[in-house]
T-cell receptor, first 111, second 112 residues
Framework: SQQGEEDPQALSIQEGENATMNCSYK?????LQWYRQNSGRGLVHLIL?????REKHSGRLRVTLDTSKKSSSLLITASRAADTASYFC???????????FGKGTLLTVNP | DTAVSQTPKYLVTQMGNDKSIKCEQN?????MYWYKQDSKKFLKIMFS???????INETVPNRFSPKSPDKAHLNLHINSLELGDSAVYFC???????????FGPGTRLTVT
C-alpha cells in the first residue's frame, strides 16, 4: 500500500509567503525524507528526519514529524519563484533499500 | 561533474521493441535503484541493487531485466515494450541501505 500521501495536491502562493505541505503515511518508519522535483528534472533530496526526531531545520526549510499521527509537514519560509516545483515525501516503511513516495504537492510561487 | 547520469534522455519506440537504459553513478555508492514515474507523477520503486546484487524486485514484469556489471552501473533492459511502459524512468543511488538518494535526470520513454 502506498506510504506517503501529500496534502494539498497543489498550492499557489506569492513570493515571500510561507508554504506548508503535509504528508501522511501508514506504517512504521525509520526515517522520512522530503524531495523536490523541478519540471522535467530528477528528484533532489531536501531533508531527512529520523523517527526519533520531532523537528529539523535546513536553511528556509522546517520539517516536523509526528509518529503518533504518522504525519509530517514541510514548511518553506519566505518562498521564492525558484521554489516552484513538486515536493514529495518518502518513507522507508521500516525496511531497507526501499523508499515509497507520495503523489507530491505541486507548489507554484508567483513573483 | 554529473553524479548520476542516464542515457538516453528521451526514447521513442514502437510496441514490441526491446530497449535499454543505462545508468552510471560516480559517487562511490553501494546501492542503486530504478524508479518509474507515471504521467500523474507517481514515483514507484522497481528495483534495488546493493553491490551488484538484486535486493528488491517490486513485482515488476519479467520483461524488465536490470543488470549491474559493477557497483557504478545499473542498466535496465525492457523486452517487448507495451504502451503502458510509457513513463519517465529514474535511476538513483545511495551510500547505504537507508538515507538520502541521489537521482539521475530521468529517461522519458514513449511507446507508440
Amino acid at each position: 500500500s502506498q506510504q506517503g500521501e501529500e496534502d494539498p495536491q497543489a498550492l499557489s502562493i506569492q513570493e515571500g509567503e510561507n508554504a506548508t505541505m503535509n504528508c501522511s503515511y501508514k506504517t512504521s518508519i525509520n526515517n522520512l525524507q522530503w524531495y523536490r522535483q523541478n519540471s522535467g528534472r530528477g528528484l533532489v533530496h531536501l531533508i531527512l528526519i529520523r523517527s526519533n526526531e520531532r523537528e529539523k531545520h535546513s536553511g528556509r526549510l522546517r520539517v516536523t514529524l509526528d509518529t503518533s499521527k504518522k504525519s509530517s509537514s514541510l514548511l518553506i519560509t519566505a518562498s521564492r519563484a525558484a521554489d516552484t516545483a513538486s515536493y514529495f515525501c518518502a518513507t522507508d516503511g521500516g525496511s531497507n533499500y526501499k523508499l515509497t513516495f507520495g503523489k507530491g504537492t505541486l507548489l507554484t510561487v508567483n513573483p | 561533474d554529473t553524479a548520476v547520469s542516464q542515457t538516453p534522455k528521451y526514447l521513442v519506440t514502437q510496441m514490441g521493441n526491446d530497449k535499454s537504459i543505462k545508468c552510471e553513478q560516480n559517487l562511490g555508492h553501494d546501492t542503486m535503484y530504478w524508479y518509474k514515474q507515471d504521467s500523474k507523477k507517481f514515483l514507484k520503486i522497481m528495483f534495488s541493487y546493493n553491490n551488484k546484487e538484486l535486493i528488491i524486485n517490486e513485482t515488476v514484469p519479467n520483461r524488465f531485466s536490470p543488470k549491474s556489471p559493477d557497483k557504478a552501473h545499473l542498466n535496465l533492459h525492457i523486452n517487448s515494450l507495451e504502451l503502458g511502459d510509457s513513463a519517465v524512468y529514474f535511476c538513483a543511488s545511495s551510500p547505504g541501505q537507508v538515507g538520502e538518494q541521489y537521482f539521475g535526470p530521468g529517461t522519458r520513454l514513449t511507446v507508440t
